[in-house]
């Protein structure tokens, strides 16, 4: 039997398949982790749209701007900018560091879009069925002892996350 792949495109094999490169695969999996977990990486726009690399069922490990989870855009695009992201539930922290001042449209290529204004950051997730959200908008502060922690500087405070997938 061949092996499948997870919404996250790892690897996952079965048993006795990959004789002698078993090792290799596991790494390559875990590199692909660490960079949905923790990987930063700059992307330079250069025109009006740009499509974020991120290989199904690869097959060997290299780095994609697609899975990973910073992404710093900069560079002068000459205008706002259309970046299509995987259609993968993925989160990412969007810096939007043009040089020329334009905005970005995340999208998933259909669906809904979320933009990230000029010289703005944001947490954006993907659904993974075509649909991209500015998860900020989606944190709601609750009270805590009663205290509204919006209106007191000294009050505790949770911060719950609606996630609408």
């Known amino acids: ?33 660490d960079d949905m977990v923790n990987a930063y990486i700059g992307v330079a726009l250069t025109g009006t749209s740009k499509t974020l690399t991120f290989t199904n069922d690869p097959t060997s490990y290299a780095q994609e701007d697609g899975r990973c989870k910073i992404l710093n855009f900069t560079g002068s695009p000459g205008g706002t900018t259309t970046v299509t992201f995987p259609n993968k ?31 703005r950051d944001a947490i954006i997730y993907s659904t993974g069925s075509n649909a991209i959200y500015n998860a900020i908008n989606d944190l709601q502060v609750n009270t805590v002892n009663g205290v509204d922690p919006s ?12 996630v609408a997938l």
């Open 89 to 119: 539930l993925m989160w990412y922290y969007v810096l939007n560091n043009t040089g020329d001042d334009k905005d970005i449209i995340c999208t998933t290529g259909s669906g809904t879009t979320y933009t990230v204004s000029a010289g």
């Open 151 to 162: 209106t007191s500087a000294t009050a505790g405070f949770s911060i719950a996350m609606a």
């Open 1 to 33: 039997m061949a092996s499948t792949w997870s919404n996250a495109e790892l690897r996952l094999m079965t048993t006795g398949e990959n004789d002698n490169t078993w090792g290799d695969q596991t790494n390559d999996n875990l590199k692909r982790i």
